[in-house]
């Protein structure tokens, strides 16, 4: 799987992100969920506590232009402001109202302390 954006969000009740019944859970036990036009992935744990609504995006849904493509959500890069504030509208309209919250990731091998 290519570079994943996980993203956190406090919403409404217990289950808004809670996946579908019956999906079965991937490899890395993700279940995959689909709001609006975005495929999402969830993890059940953190679907069972009360009171958060979480995703893991892929890159699929979004308006990004290569090498972004397509569900860019970084500020930080050479991608166009104007995309990466659309694929976030779109990650927002997809899980529900409220506050966006984003991990910072980085790819390497350090380790912080």
């Not at 927002?92 to 912080?112: D, E, I, K, M, N």
């Amino acid at each position: 799987m290519k570079k994943m954006h996980p993203a956190a969000h406090n919403g409404r009740g217990p289950t808004r992100g809670a996946p579908s019944r019956g999906e079965p859970p991937d490899a890395k036990g993700l279940v995959s969920v689909h709001r609006g036009h975005l495929p999402l992935l969830a993890l059940p744990h953190l679907a069972a506590q009360s009171g958060l609504v979480h995703a893991i995006t892929t890159r699929a849904g979004g308006v990004s232009r290569p090498p972004h493509q397509s569900l860019n959500l970084s500020r930080s890069g050479d991608d166009a402001p104007a995309a990466v504030a659309e694929n976030r509208r779109r990650l927002q309209r997809a899980l529900a109202p409220g506050r966006l919250v984003f991990s910072r990731q980085v790819h390497g091998a350090a380790v912080a302390a």
